[in-house]
T-cell receptor, first 110, second 109 residues
Framework: SQTIHQWPATLVQPVGSPLSLECTVE??????LYWYRQAAGRGLQLLFY??????ISSEVPQNLSASRPQDRQFILSSKKLLLSDSGFYLC?????????FGQGTRLTVV | RKEVEQDPGPFNVPEGATVAFNCTYS??????FFWYRQDCRKEPKLLMS???SGNEDGRFTAQLNRASQYISLLIRDSKLSDSATYLC??????????FGAGTTVTVRA
């Protein structure tokens, strides 16, 4: 069966520090992968999606970047975090009939 | 205009009550529709897909109205465990899912 792993679950980082969140998928090949951010009391905002290795589409201009170095690996990064980067980050995989989410990373930038 | 809009609620209902809420979407080319449930500080999980003819899963009924571009969710005989945020999700078949901000439902004893 397909599973999606995301880590870490929580993270507290100072302003200006780098960020790296990792997501991996098991049990499928060539998945469509997504990074979403959910601010407190808000809906999910699509940040990046990828349909294959090295293929990244950015939905909103921001302080973040994404990479897909392997078929089942999707990484969200930042060189210098801002306070406004705080939120709940979710990696997702679109399985053609539904989206599956990782457990999420709660990022607090202080 | 947002791609997907929902009444944020909250809907506070007693156990056993029926609660219903809608979601509107702006893109008429949207092809698939879903309701997800999100518990506090957790990831969203699929509640049910929404089909053109409407569909039911136990106490939950989903309807799609393409002409008016909205979908609805009805929960019958509410349970305490139904307390959650319900996210409306729309897929335009271009690999991108659009989420509503969610409708919060609180079921009280």
């Amino acid at each position: 069966s397909q599973t999606i792993h995301q880590w870490p679950a929580t993270l507290v980082q100072p302003v200006g520090s780098p960020l790296s969140l990792e997501c991996t998928v098991e049990g499928t090949s060539n998945p469509n992968l997504y990074w979403y951010r959910q601010a407190a009391g808000r809906g999910l905002q699509l940040l990046f999606y990828s349909v294959g290795i090295g293929q990244i589409s950015s939905e909103v201009p921001q302080n973040l970047s994404a990479s897909r170095p392997q078929d089942r690996q999707f990484i969200l990064s930042s060189k210098k975090l801002l306070l406004s980067d705080s939120g709940f980050y979710l990696c997702a995989w679109w399985g053609s009939t539904e989206a599956f989410f990782g457990q999420g990373t709660r990022l607090t930038v202080v | 205009r947002k791609e997907v809009e929902q009444d944020p609620g909250p809907f506070n209902v007693p156990e056993g009550a029926t609660v219903a809420f809608n979601c509107t979407y702006s893109n008429s080319a949207s092809q698939s529709f879903f309701w997800y449930r999100q518990d506090c500080r957790k990831e969203p999980k699929l509640l049910m897909s929404v089909y053109s003819s409407g569909n039911e899963d136990g106490r939950f009924t989903a309807q799609l109205n393409r002409a008016s571009q909205y979908i609805s969710l009805l929960i019958r005989d509410s349970k305490l465990s139904d307390s959650a945020t319900y996210l409306c999700v729309v897929n335009k078949a271009d690999y991108k899912l659009s989420f509503g901000a969610g409708t919060t439902v609180t079921v009280r004893a």
